[in-house]
């Protein structure tokens, strides 16, 4: 069994199967490959179907589990955990829904740990090795490393190919803190094994993991503390944002601890003992288990970059151009590698850059795409295109029109009033710059502004767009209805009284 | 164009908005310690100094010498020994000095002057304790001995200020420091009271903030279309009220407003309407709610809190937080001295409001406008204000006093006007003379 899974797990051996298979023979090599996949998660995945579909030979090698972190340990467990946690929260507020009294509503946690691990075998096979077998990609299982700019070597195969694609993704950062490695702790990769429920779990990180399961793990009935070093969650977000997060976590019964770093941790009498510092506040907390979530670290070492001329650096991963080119011509890097956003959509949308650049003489350019991402707590906090202080760095005029999710009837309906919608334009133009979106379903409602821009369609004609009634999208329409609204001057406004007026006769 | 120079009496109205002001002042009478000059915080027993509330006592003072209610020679007696005790207070890097190069802590023991509570050194308070000051500098202007080292020790007090250090190497100001931990993490960000500071410390002849930082800061700015309503946003009212305390921005832009065809003076009214709109349409259903009962701002509250209403609603209620519009956090928690200090932006909805404070919760400006009440919290007891606060705080009552008489004769406002520090800090922020607001 694989150390990042529950060893004897049904539903983990399930997943195995697809991902690891236990008897999974390589194929023999052939004399040359179109393009060598380095990495079998989300960018590799992609990357690999695509350019098969499209009649390459293609290989892929994979040196842990096809699926990569977003199937594994990233973005299909958190969210089937995500889904459990907030139906145990809608039952303790239940009252907002029922007009009666709380039911009660303690969480059984290993019974949503299990559906975790079951929904994720399940949604596995779309990833699974088999499956890319049957779609003609030759997939190796092992550990790859370049021999030359032309060949890879894994399991003792070398693979001769025109292009490559380095896709082998990040991990979690291992944190600067005396003595967590003796003390132990989990990450995103082992965080998902747990079967009991941690009675005190302190979170180390409020970026988007971390604050995602400090909400599940605090709704599922661990006591949380989270611990984020700098004033705000989410530090590329909205102030606004970030502050109603803050509150819902609190509203939720987590300690949060802002400004407040971790400065050792020892394992004494069976419990962690956690040394916080918030500038001269010093106070050591107990708790049966610390997550860590403080960042990403590219998984480049042991590629022999080296020996294919590829540079890249222990933080940054492989350093690329605008063309997802790397330093040597004919290979290439897509996904968490390789990018700054570490989202498994942007690994997504590299992979298909990359097939097109790679293999039929593209130049679609990485700075050309838009890029939506979604923290998933509750609400959820989604964002597309410029933040306000990027606008004004670059020399345009913006205005930002707001809509309290209050002001849509589906979201008082379904008690879900708390967020906004802001969508920032152009000053003196309706062309969308940009959106932050806080609500219960943000993660849905952006990709409407993400399409808005892509497409290049302004304000003006979203608010055209019949929305269905009631939904809480509909707050949208209504940041264009706001816009339509700006454009009636008091000239326009004096000839609509004028022209009614004579109509009346 | 708005309604200017009310005065008070020209309300039709039973309640006593005369009294209110006088009740404002004679807080920073009740609550100064004479001997150093310094204010408490709140009208709480045993309530430390707060120097933003002496700061204001220093402007509140000069209200009471014109209204009336103190003579000069008290508010420069006053105001002197706060300035000498300011001068001649340890500064430094011990932990419990009074300050430390130029800026003060947050807190200090209303006896000694020395530090509490482990509390930051804070530009923001500083900045308003330095405006009360220079206040007092334009104010006492009679070649006495008194008001000539009134003017002496302002004019040294806001010079040894070191707003470059501050600043740091960022082009951002800090909010606060600690003697052992450095510089607190959080600087400004987005469209906040630090305009005072910022204005004060690019004023500065000897240790000026850096002209950059205030384009720093202001890039940060959120330029938004709220309820048909186009502002500066900021979701707690007190924040577009403060800098004005001193500062008469009508008609004048830096290069945000003048790009945006509007002014902070108009800003604040817009912020002022957003506040009656956000209660009109109370999003919550918090009791007491509507066209003349607003005012959502940072303060106290009923404390941290749950309950449960019937119907089911479970209600989180909070202590002391920066509560704002739209987005909260908001539980209920009305501020009537928030409302009253908007009275120079928008007095055609205040005086409404504080008539509707006078009938519906008589309670709240029985002995001055109460810092907050909460209709929705259940104390138990009947009666419709629910939780009221137990205390009155320096930080409400000054607003209420300077705008009151910055609405009726546009003191502090005038007074200011000749003041270097703030000239030189307009005109370093870029504020001209502006062609308006295009939306009044």
Redesign the interface.
Known sequence: MNPTLLPGDAHDADLLAHVRPPDWVNPVPARCYNLVVLGGGTAGLVTAVGAAGLGAKVALVEKNLMGGDCLNFGCVPSKALLRSARFYADVAFSGKFTGGDPLPSEADFAAAMERMRRLRAQLARRDSAQRLRDLGVDVFLGTAAFVDPRHVEVAGAKLAFKKAVIATGSRAAQPAIEGIEEAGYLTNETVFNLTVRPRRLLVIGGGPLGSELAQAFCRLGSQVIIAHQTPYFLPDEERDAAEILAYSLRRDGIDVRLNTEVKSVVRQDGEKRARLVNYDQDETIAVDEILVGVGRAPNVEGLNLEAAGVEYDLKHGVRVNDFLQTTRPGIYAAGDVALAQKYTHMADATARLVIQNALFLGRKRLSSLVVPWCTYTDPEIAHVGIYVDEARERGFRMKTFTVPMSESDRAVLDGDEEGFVKIHVREGTDTILGATIVARHAGEMINEISLAMVAGIGLKTVSQVIHSYPTQAEAIRKAGDAYIRTRLTPFLASLSRRWLAWSRG | MVPRGHDLDTLPAVMDLEQLERNAVGYFLRAGNPANGLIADSSREGAPCSIAATGLGLSAFIVGVERGYLTRREAAERTLAALRFFRDSPQGEEPDATGYRGFYYHFLDLATGRRIW?C?LSMIDTAILIAGILSGGCYFSAPDDDEREIREISKFLYERIDWAWAARDLAVVSMGW????GF???SW??YSEALLLYLLGLGSPTHPLPAESYRAW?????????Y?I?LL?A?PLFIHQLSHLWIDFRGIQDELMR??RSDYFENSRRATRVQQQYAL?N??GFKGYGENCWGVTAGPGPGFVSQ?EK????R?FYGYVARGV????DDGTLAPWAVAASLPFAPEIVLPALQHFQDAYPQVVKDGLLTSFNPTFDTGETGPAGWLSPEHYGLDQGPVAIMFENHRSGLLWNLMRECPALVRGLARAGFRKGGGSSMR
């Open positions: 482990d930051e600690k003697p052992k931990a607190i993490s959080y960000e987005g202001t890039t940060t700015y959120q330029w938004e279309n709220l048909d186009e946003f979701g790009d945006m349409r999003p919550k449960r119907g089911g609603i479970a989180q739209p987005f909260g956090p």
